[in-house]
């Protein structure tokens, strides 16, 4: 079982604290990035752009959310969710 980390609690409650939902959707990017049937090297790529969007997060959960909302726009046209 998984540390506490707050990721399945109800949304509808209002004491997140910011960037939670951020994480949430973060967490299921990577989980459909692992589903997908690519060649490694296109997974890892995308990845790495995962992982440059959580570095964002630590400094600016703003840009954070553009760059993620982009990113599922293009995992979308390559995979519909």
């Known amino acids: 079982m998984a540390a506490d980390d707050r990721l399945n609690d ?13 994480a949430r959707r973060l967490r299921d990017a990577h ?7 690519l060649p ?7 990845h790495r752009r995962l992982l440059t969007i959580c570095d964002v997060a630590k400094r ?3 840009h954070a959310e553009l760059r993620l909302r ?12």
Request: proline share 14%; no cysteine.
């Open 70 to 81: 982009a990113f599922t726009k293009d995992l979308d046209a390559i995979s519909p969710p």
């Open 31 to 37: 989980r459909r990035v692992r589903a997908l049937p």
């Open 10 to 22: 109800d949304p509808t409650e209002n004491t997140e604290p910011p960037g939670q939902e951020l």
């Open 60 to 62: 600016d959960l703003d």
């Open 40 to 46: 490694e090297e296109e997974r890892a790529r995308l």
